[in-house]
């Protein structure tokens, strides 16, 4: 199907009829969201019925969606540093690494090895590693991220072309840092990470939780939803049936309590709220304490996978 949408050009859009985790065809509404960040339009989320996953439907094609990410605003791609907002990220990223290489390292039970970064964005993560002594790799989709690693950090970071090059058991570790809910070809990519993956080898997988709190709090208005960039999205039932259709152990769930502040001030700034930003704090605040004695309820999670 093809249309001319807000932004002035033609897109091919993917129509979902069946349900990629468990087939069922039984798809219902469930929200509709609108796209904050480039092109103001609306998008339908449903939910199939059978198992409860969550998918944005009639969102363009990967051939075609680029435009949607072509923002300044962008920052896992441009890297941008304007507006509070964007240096409260950058602050935080830079605990965040620290963290994710330590999760790595834990449940890798490795101080060095073969590691892949799907995802990358700007490189970040796969430089902390090589900083640690990690043979890590790195993909991205994005032409304008892949120059900044490669202009920042001297990161030869590879387009996904290149996925189809790597041996079968190249890795010890993959990991994709809110990477997943952006893939078009769901199945497929599952079916690829346990090809590259060795033995035993870990999959650390980082996505948005649409059952956390403050996802039920600002239900449509939620910023995480990120429509149409986001296709899919993934509560920790869902996660772990991905995970074992593709012939992986879920090992260890983490939450993510930091994105529950950054998602929530910019829920507040999407609804046109006044003091977005200590609102976003405050409402950031309550959903950190509700996710403590809870985790499953955090704005995002981390899930480890261990490949049979």
Known sequence: MLF??????????????????CGGHQLEHALTCTDYYASGEKFEVIRCVHCGFLMTQGVPVEAKIGKYY????YISHS???KGLMNRVYHWVRRYMLARKASLVEHASKMKEGRLLDYGTGTGYFPHTMRQKGWDAKAIEKNAKARDFARERFGLEVESEEALKTYP????????LWHVMEHLEHLNEIWQTLARLLKEKGVLVVAVP???SWDAEKYREGWAAYDVPRH?????????????AKHGFVLE?????PFDAFYVSMLSEKYKGARF???KGMWTGMVAWCHALGKKERSSSMIYVFRKK
């Open 231 to 243: 296709l899919w999205h993934f509560s920790p039932s869902v996660m772990q049936q991905f995970g």
């Open 70 to 73: 072509e923002t300044p605003d």
């Open 252 to 256: 260890a769930e983490y939450p993510m």
């Open 79 to 81: 890297d941008t540093q």
């Open 209 to 211: 939780n649409p059952s």
């Open 4 to 21: 001319c949408n807000k932004l002035g050009f033609s897109v091919d859009i993917l129509k979902i009829n069946t349900c990629p985790l």
């Open 168 to 175: 079968d058991a190249s890795f010890e570790v993959i990991t």
């Open 276 to 278: 977005s930003f200590l």
